[in-house]
């Protein structure tokens, strides 16, 4: 297991992010099991405006060393991920089939803090309201309405 540790991520404390997996059987063949990238942003990082408790002015959306997973590569499929500039991942999917991904939406309704609306590649959404103690209030799904 290789673990990655650039001179950023260490002044930053940010440690122990694991990049790759291997295994070696007794022939001496090595298979790579998984490989993780960090911190890169095709899309960028997605602002969020008005967010309160948070140092924007250091650490906004150009502020790039996170230690947030960007790919993880399996030998059967590759996943990616997209961020808000407060660490939330807002989008997963993989390359296998583009259909299956989720996305989150968060809003200053929640400060950022949770999802609003959770949405599927096949277009199951699921909005959630929450109170100002972050307690759910409420949830609307594809097929009924829950209240707590």
């Not at 998984?34 to 095709?42: A, S």
Request: net charge positive; proline share 6%.
């Amino acid at each position: 297991m290789t673990s990655s540790g650039g001179t950023d991520y260490i002044a930053l404390y940010i440690r122990n992010r694991v990049s790759t997996i291997t295994v070696t059987d007794k022939n001496g063949i090595t298979t790579n099991l998984k490989q993780n990238t960090y911190d890169q942003y095709p899309n960028g990082i997605t602002p969020t405006p008005n967010i309160s408790q948070q140092d924007t002015q250091d650490y906004g959306p150009s502020f790039t060393a996170r230690g947030n997973l960007y790919k993880t590569a399996l030998p059967w499929v590759t996943w990616r991920s997209g961020y808000d500039q407060t660490g939330e991942a807002i989008w997963n999917g993989n390359d296998v089939n583009p259909n299956k991904y989720v996305s989150t939406t968060r809003t200053s309704n929640s400060n950022y803090g949770a999802p609003e609306m959770i949405t599927t590649g096949n277009s199951l959404n699921t909005s959630i309201a929450w109170t100002h103690s972050m307690k759910v209030a409420g949830t609307t799904g594809p097929n009924q309405t829950i209240r707590p």
